[in-house]
Nanobody, 119 residues
């Protein structure tokens, strides 16, 4: 059974940093991308950052460029999201997803972790 689990969320003040982790287990995949999404209250879910299996291709939402860094450790089946200079508008539920090799779909999702940034 495939499982995706996020950790690292919490309540912080504006300007603080957090690091989210996501571990994937239950199946061995090759060449799969991973991504972080977030959903703020009353808003649609949006893609925050995406990373290829090799780490050679990385994409960020414009709103987080220069502040967030996505990385992965394939030996541990883990992807990270380092979030610096957090803003209140970064508040939301952050979810990790594992994609198919073509990046067309995101097939496995975690339950999400809450990030709240106070002003």
């Amino acid at each position: 059974q495939v499982q995706v689990a996020e950790s690292g969320g919490g309540l912080v003040q504006a300007g603080d940093s957090l690091r989210l982790s996501c571990t994937f287990s239950g199946r061995t995949f090759t060449t799969y991308p991973m991504a972080w999404f977030r959903q703020a209250p009353g808003k649609e879910r949006e893609s925050v950052a995406r990373i290829s299996w090799s780490g050679g291709s990385i994409y960020y939402a414009d709103s987080v460029k220069g502040r967030f860094t996505i990385s992965r450790d394939n030996a541990k089946n883990t992807v990270y999201l380092q979030m610096n200079s957090l803003k209140p508008e970064d508040t939301g539920v952050y979810s990790c997803a594992v994609g198919d090799p073509t990046w067309a779909t995101w097939d496995f999702w975690g339950q999400g972790t809450q990030v709240t940034v106070s002003s």
